[in-house]
Structures are given as C-alpha cells and as structure tokens.
C-alpha cells in the first residue's frame, strides 16, 4: 500500500536557479497540501487542492512559488527563482472526503538553496 | 504571537512512564485539533482528530483531550516506549500548527 511519495527526496542548487518538487498522493484521495517546515517557522500551509483545483493558496510566500495539479495523481510546486531563504523541507500530504479525516505525509523534499 | 502554543517544548522522560504534553490556542473557529508524530527525517503521522464537540479520543496508549471553553487540548502518553521518542505537534483547522514539543524517551 504506497503512500504519498515525494520527489527528490533531496535537493540541492544554487540561488537563481527553477527549483520543482513533485508529488504522487494515495490513490482515491481528493485533497492535496504542500506544507514547509524550517527550524525557526516550524510548520506551514502553503496550498491546498481539492479535486485538482486550488482552494487556498494564501500561505504561498511570494510569486516565486507556484503549485500545480493536472491531475488527480500528480502534483508540483515550483519555484522560480529560488533563494537562500527558501531553504527547508517541503511535505506534501494527501487526504480523503472531509476535513475531519487524516492527511496522510510523504516524507519529504529537502531543499537546501546554496 | 502563535495562535498554537505547545508547552513543555521538550521533554525527557524514563522508558514506561507516562507524560501529558500541552497545548492551548486561540484560533477561532476551528473545523478540528489534530496531534501529529513527527520521527526525526520523516513526515508527520496522524495520532488523533477531534472535533469541537468531542472531549477525548484514544490512538493505542495515545489519548487526547479537548477543552473547547478554556481552549486546551493535551496529549498523554502512557507506559512510553523508545520508540516514543519524536516531536508532537498540535494542529487547529485551519491550518495553525503548534511548535511542536520534543519528546526523548530513554531506557
């Protein structure tokens, strides 16, 4: 039973450069986040997607950052152009039906911008 | 200020003792209050969910408490394991998470 897979699990670049981070949610499941975690801000919303279309993106930091799901099996967050900054694990996670049911976590993308 | 706050933010206990970890917020309204296991290098796992009218709710040796008129919700522990060892994090709907609380477990 594959869970929420996340790719690459590691990533380093330098600043300037398009970073894209993708994401296979459980299949069947409707809704999809993409969170951020650092040391100093812990864990944050940045977007979510229900039935493929974007419900909530006021946590996306700035313009650089951009999320798309084309389908009900794919995911990707980009950013264009990546910063120091922007350094942190990004988790995608996946949920079925309502709010009231668990989201389910991929381990994550460890984005380091040099 | 956080609108989550999680309190101790750790905590080392003794192999089979319990613990209760804490968390208060003032997020307004709320679909429901989630605790999350995070082990060091992975995502987060779901332990429990509850909504604004259930008091507790139990996961294994996991159970959590929700006082929805004082706004406090705690996670306790009990008989603990090594395997216990993790960050805890509290999450209020809509997306309002807690610092989370460092918990090590040690034989």
């Known amino acids: 039973d594959a869970g929420v897979i996340q790719s690459p699990r590691h990533e380093v670049t330098e600043m300037g450069q398009e970073v894209t981070l993708r994401c296979k949610p459980i299949?069947?499941?409707?809704?999809l986040f993409w969170y951020r975690q650092t040391m100093m801000r812990g864990l944050e919303l940045l977007i979510y997607?229900?039935?493929?279309?974007?419900?909530?993106d006021s946590g996306m930091p700035e313009d650089r950052f951009s999320a798309k799901m084309p389908n009900a099996s794919f995911s990707t967050l980009k950013i264009q152009p990546s910063e120091p900054r922007d350094s942190a694990v990004y988790f995608c996670?996946?949920?079925?039906?309502?709010?009231?049911?668990?989201?389910?976590f991929g381990d994550g993308t460890r984005l380091s911008i040099l | 200020k956080n609108q989550v706050e999680q309190s101790p933010q750790s905590l080392i206990i003794l192999e089979g003792k319990n613990c209760t970890l804490q968390?208060?917020?003032?997020?307004?309204?709320?679909?429901?209050l989630r605790w999350y296991k995070q082990d060091t290098g992975r995502g987060p796992v779901s332990l429990t969910i509850?909504?604004?009218?259930?008091n507790t709710k139990s996961n294994g040796r996991y159970t959590a408490t929700l006082d929805a008129d004082t706004k406090q919700s705690s996670l306790h522990i009990t008989a603990s394991q090594l395997s216990d060892s993790a960050s805890y994090i509290c999450?209020?709907?809509?997306?309002?998470f807690g610092a989370g609380t460092r918990l090590t477990v040690k034989p």
């Open positions: 996670a996946s949920r079925a039906g309502v709010v009231n049911q668990p989201q389910h």
């Open positions: 299949s069947g499941h409707n809704s």
């Open positions: 997607f229900n039935n493929n279309v974007p419900i909530d």
């Open positions: 968390c208060n917020y003032t997020v307004s309204p709320f679909s429901n």
């Open positions: 509850m909504t604004f009218s259930e």
């Open positions: 999450v209020v709907t809509p997306g309002r």
